[in-house]
């Protein structure tokens, strides 16, 4: 007999319900599942299209997962989307921002260093802060069921506002093509973009494979 | 053999649906999807993924009650009754629908056609 109920469980990634609840909709859609493979069945088909025809039943898990979550939370009007990306871009956001202000009314100084004859400035103690900000950026999208590129985003969003933050002074980098100007910019690309991500990201990485469903397996 | 009905319509009247079902008999999920289907004669089908969302709203609204009950055959089903809220609601589609239907006619002249 298949097991209908390990397969349910294992796919349906439902958030933030309680576990009888998540018992109680496992057991119910597997037995839908079963019906539908043992009507298949009764009609004549063989096992395996009797099995696609229960599949297709559901089409896409994932949504399925978020159309349960979305009927059965008594939470307020949070949708998916602003749960599982704009939540953690914004906490990820506030937090890289408040630790740079804080580093600086701490009056912790930024280490100066030359590249050739230009100096520039790496506020260490804030890029060191910066894993944690971009780990629960990650954390946050991963365990409200969001995909690999929706974490990849939120963890490095203080990065990416940076960079847009550049590209709005590139007109005044190209005008007049100044090299000292185009170092600036690369220097400035470098230190508040390309350092700031990579921080960001060492933080990420272990939230950035699996799903909250498998790490909860493992537990 | 009706043609079956596009998925934004069907939608809109899924409540009306299931609800009317309910007001019968209390049934469980795949006994709905089934009953709907063969009573509209497959214009209108609702699938796990179409059905179970809307019963667990449904059930979040009070308009409807579950409970686990085994069949003669000792399995367990989740079935699904009307509350009394739900029997106001669906007095209140089957009003809403029947203005929908009339204004309709008036318009598009559904009926004749």
Same mark, same amino acid.
């Given at each position: 007999m298949l097991d209908w109920k390990k397969l349910v469980r294992k796919r349906l990634s439902t958030q933030d319900l309680p576990h009888g609840t998540r018992d109680d909709i496992v057991a119910e859609l597997a037995i839908h599942l079963d019906e539908t493979y043992e009507h298949a069945l009764s009609k004549g088909l063989t096992r395996g299209a009797a099995i696609k025809i229960a599949l297709q039943e559901v089409g896409d898990w994932r949504v399925l997962a978020t159309e349960i979550d979305s009927a059965r939370c008594k939470e307020g009007p949070m949708n998916h989307r602003t749960k599982s990306f704009w939540l953690p871009v914004l906490i990820t956001l506030l937090g890289a921002s408040v630790s740079l202000e804080a580093t600086q009314f701490a009056g912790l100084q930024p280490q100066l260093v030359w590249v &050739?004859?230009? @100096?520039?400035?790496?506020?260490? =103690?804030? /890029?060191?802060? $910066? =894993?944690? #900000? @971009?780990?629960? &950026?990650?954390? /946050?999208?991963?365990?409200?069921? &969001?995909?690999?590129?929706?974490?990849?985003?939120?963890?490095?969003?203080?990065?990416?506002?940076?960079?847009?933050?550049?590209?709005?002074? $590139? =007109?005044?980098?190209?005008? &007049?093509?100044? /090299? #000292?100007? $185009?170092?600036?910019?690369g220097l400035g690309l470098i230190n508040w973009v390309g350092i700031p991500a990579a921080a960001l990201l060492l933080g990420a990485l272990p939230f950035l494979r699996g799903s909250r469903l498998t790490v909860e397996m493992k537990q | 053999m009706p043609k079956r009905i596009r998925s934004k319509i069907a939608r809109g009247s899924a409540d009306l649906a299931i609800l009317s079902l309910l007001a019968e008999k209390p049934l469980y999920g795949f006994e709905i999807a089934r009953q709907i289907c063969e009573r509209t004669g497959g214009a209108l089908k609702f699938t796990l993924a179409s059905l179970y969302p809307l019963l667990y709203e449904m059930e979040k609204r009070g308009w409807v009650e579950a409970h686990w009950q085994a069949n003669a055959a000792g399995r367990d089903r989740r079935y699904y009754r009307l509350t009394q809220t739900g029997r106001r609601q669906l007095a209140l589609s089957r009003e809403e629908w029947r203005s929908f239907f009339h204004a309709l006619d008036a318009l598009a002249g559904v009926s004749h056609a």
């Open positions: &050739g004859n230009m @100096g520039v400035t790496f506020y260490w =103690p804030w /890029l060191a802060s $910066l =894993p944690i #900000f @971009g780990a629960a &950026g990650a954390y /946050l999208t991963r365990r409200a069921a &969001g995909q690999t590129s929706m974490r990849l985003a939120a963890c490095l969003s203080p990065a990416l506002v940076m960079l847009v933050a550049m590209f709005l002074l $590139l =007109p005044w980098v190209l005008a &007049g093509f100044h /090299l #000292f100007r $185009l170092m600036l910019f | -």
